[in-house]
């Protein structure tokens, strides 16, 4: 019976004894002995396979990443209690019903800049992009007047891939900051040259998606805004590869990122992409925010697919803060949902993406002083504000302002009869734009006189409807909100921070060098690469003011 024993029968006389039905009992008890080690080999692995992803996600950073940082322009906390309760009143949501920021809410960020307690939008980026505090109006340049080195270059240089969205001009400060060095925000002809490459650095972004055609076109052409004859969509596309695209027929050939081909420069708007209030009856002209997004983050997953880094992006809600410079509500909550959107778009995309990804959201500062009540002159205090007077406007005031424009162009003789003027303006921008049917005479009469200031004074009267409070057209310097996915190194993020420190997280996480970019454009670059047509020590600080 030789034939019965198996090596892994202890070959003693017990055994041997064992009769034929007790072998064949005990060679199924090892085959299963065997099978379940087997699968308890297979646990472990899965196990530990499981521990060091978990482990990559707290710990220390799996080798192929990607870095998704949002920035909702002058949006502060009471844009998101505004929000909320609009949104909630709309859709007949329950009181407990949030946003999805409001479920990612993370940690409170300090905003001031050097130059002052209010810091611009400049400012506000530089802090994000050098992780350095500079002066207003500075495009990722120290309060020395130097260039410092920015979080995209450095990814850039390290081997990701790189893209910029916003919904206002690509020129605008905030992205700006982020690939280009010019003493004042306003020099937005350089900004357009040095984003499409023309810096010493050459180029440093892959994607761009948002408005600001009109930087890129020369003076000779209609919509243009340059000083000079340059076409930048031309040197983008011979001299550095660029394919670009002016149009929604363009957007939609891109397929939602399947079909981008890098470098690609997506100019949809002349200047800023309406505000998402306007924009949803213009769908067939202009990309929303989130679908710029989600295009963007499919079109650079897809280029780094074989690479062994991921991509940096940076996706602005730009418009936030103009609503809050109107002091437009209605204009903000849709602008605010808009952005809401974006953020529960790139956390799906978190969820399906095979590569580790982090999602930061912050705002650069706040815009408007906005408050969710107010109390009337001559009234006592109400304990309450009114959304329900927010949703009967169906346009922005910058879009019923410029109806106005338009109205006057045509018939210049509407502003010498005045009694029409005002009806029209009573029946066509107040009755059925803003949804108001008790305008008095005193707030029409005050359009009909000031008709250049239609836009602010729109936006008065639909406030008061609603009961909302504005204390300025700037910003102004109450902390704003961080929110994240979480993940690895946003521990760092929690509680209060500075700006700088979200600045500090970008360059960490991704593990990049801002610091040897910072030398070689300090290096490279001259007095005139930087925009200075002056004296910058004698540049008189007072003038250089937020324009948006
Ligand atoms: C257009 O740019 C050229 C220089 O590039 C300049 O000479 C000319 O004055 C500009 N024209 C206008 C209308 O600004
Ligand atoms: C935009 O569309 C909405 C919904 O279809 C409509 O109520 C509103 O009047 C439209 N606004 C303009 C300015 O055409
Ligand atoms: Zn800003």
């Known amino acids: 019976m030789a034939s019965e024993q198996t090596p892994l029968i202890p070959n003693d006389a017990d055994d041997r004894k064992q009769p034929v039905r007790s072998r064949g009992i005990r060679e199924v008890g090892l085959f299963i002995w065997a099978l379940l080690a087997t699968a308890g080999v297979i646990v472990l692995a899965v196990y530990l396979q499981h521990e060091n992803q978990i482990s990559h996600g707290h710990d220390s950073p799996a080798p192929k990443r990607n870095l998704v940082f949002m920035v909702s322009d002058g949006m502060g906390p009471a844009s998101l209690s505004l929000t909320r309760s609009f949104r909630q009143h709309i859709e007949g949501l329950p009181v407990g019903d949030t946003l999805t920021l409001d479920k990612h809410f993370w940690g409170t960020s300090r905003t001031r800049s050097s130059s002052s307690l ?311 921008l107040v009755k059925s734009g803003l949804g108001i049917k008790d305008a008095t005479d005193a707030e029409l009469d005050l359009v009909v006189e000031n008709p250049e200031a239609a836009t602010q004074l729109l936006a008065a009267m639909i406030s008061l409807r609603a009961h909302i409070g504005w204390s300025t057209h700037g910003h102004t310097a109450v902390d704003v909100n961080i929110y994240s996915s979480g993940g690895h190194g946003t521990d760092k993020l929690r509680g209060n921070v500075e700006n700088t420190d979200v600045g500090a997280f970008l360059r960490e996480y991704l593990d990049v060098d801002v610091e040897a970019v910072t030398k070689e454009l300090r290096d490279k670059m001259t007095t005139a690469d930087l925009g200075a047509p002056m004296d910058m020590d004698n540049y008189p600080l007072s003038v250089i003011t937020d324009t948006k």
């Open 118 to 428: 209010v810091t611009d939008s400049a400012a506000g980026a530089t802090a994000f992009a050098c992780g350095k505090k500079s002066y207003n109006g500075a495009i990722s340049v120290l309060p020395n007047y130097q260039p410092c080195g920015t979080v995209m270059e450095a990814a850039k240089k390290a081997g990701y891939m790189t893209g910029l969205v916003a919904t206002t001009l690509v020129t605008d400060a905030t992205p700006a900051t982020f690939a280009s060095h010019v003493l004042l925000r306003q020099m937005e002809d350089q900004i357009a040259m040095q984003e499409v490459g023309e810096g010493v650095l050459g180029r440093s972004v892959d994607l761009i998606l948002g408005g600001g055609r009109c930087s890129f076109l020369p003076n000779s052409t209609e919509g243009s805004c340059r000083g000079d004859d340059v076409d930048v969509t031309k040197i983008a596309q011979e001299k550095h590869g660029w394919s670009y695209t002016d149009n929604r027929a363009g957007f939609d050939a891109f397929k939602h990122g399947e079909k981008v081909d890098l470098p690609a420069l997506g100019l949809f708007a002349a200047t800023d992409i309406p505000f998402e209030l306007d924009r949803r009856n213009m769908s067939d002209t202009y990309p929303s925010l989130s679908e710029m997004a989600t295009t963007a983050l499919r079109a650079l997953e897809k280029a780094t697919a074989k690479s062994d880094k991921g991509f940096f992006i940076m996706i602005e809600a730009s418009r936030i803060d103009h609503a809050g410079h109107i002091n437009d509500p209605a204009a903000q909550v849709h602008e605010v949902l808009e952005y809401d959107k974006a953020f529960r778009a790139v956390l799906e995309f978190i969820k399906n993406t095979d590569t580790e990804t982090v999602l930061v959201a912050t705002s650069d500062h706040e815009t408007g002083g906005l408050a969710t009540a107010i109390q009337e002159p001559g009234h006592l205090p109400v304990y309450n504000w009114y959304p329900q007077a927010l949703a009967q406007s169906s346009a922005s005031c910058e879009y019923l302002s410029a109806r106005l424009s338009k109205h006057i162009a045509s018939d210049p003789s509407a502003l010498t009869s005045k009694d029409k003027l005002k009806s029209w303006i009573d029946a066509e």
